[in-house]
Nanobody
Framework: QVELVESGGGLVQPGGSLRLSCTAS????????VGWYRQAPEKQRELVAAITGDGEINYADSVKGRFTISRENAKNTVYLQMNSLKAEDTAVYYC?????????????WGQGTQVTVSS
């Protein structure tokens, strides 16, 4: 059974930092593209950052230069270091693990962790 468990969310002041972690089980982690999405109230879920098994990374324009995604395959874990946080970063952050097999994409999601940026 696939399970993704996020941690590290919380309340932080503008300009502060947080580090999110997501640990996976039940999958061959190194074969998956893993990433972070976020969803703010009344908005659609959007990609924040993702990293493939080969280390290819992409970021949303809104977080470039502030957020860093990394993965540690030996621990089945992906991280999101978030610096210079802004109020507009407030959202529920979801971890995802994605793999494409024979032309079909399979995606697993974590339960989400709340990030609130407020003074």
């Amino acid at each position: 059974q696939v399970e993704l468990v996020e941690s590290g969310g919380g309340l932080v002041q503008p300009g502060g930092s947080l580090r999110l972690s997501c640990t996976a089980s039940g999958i061959t982690f190194s074969s998956h593209r893993v990433g972070w999405y976020r969803q703010a109230p009344e908005k659609q879920r959007e990609l924040v950052a993702a990293i493939t098994g080969d280390g290819e990374i992409n970021y949303a324009d809104s977080v470039k230069g502030r957020f860093t995604i990394s993965r540690e395959n030996a621990k089945n874990t992906v991280y999101l270091q978030m610096n210079s946080l802004k109020a507009e970063d407030t959202a529920v952050y979801y971890c995802s693990a994605e793999r494409r097999i024979f032309g079909k994409t399979y995606v697993a999601w974590g339960q989400g962790t709340q990030v609130t940026v407020s003074s």
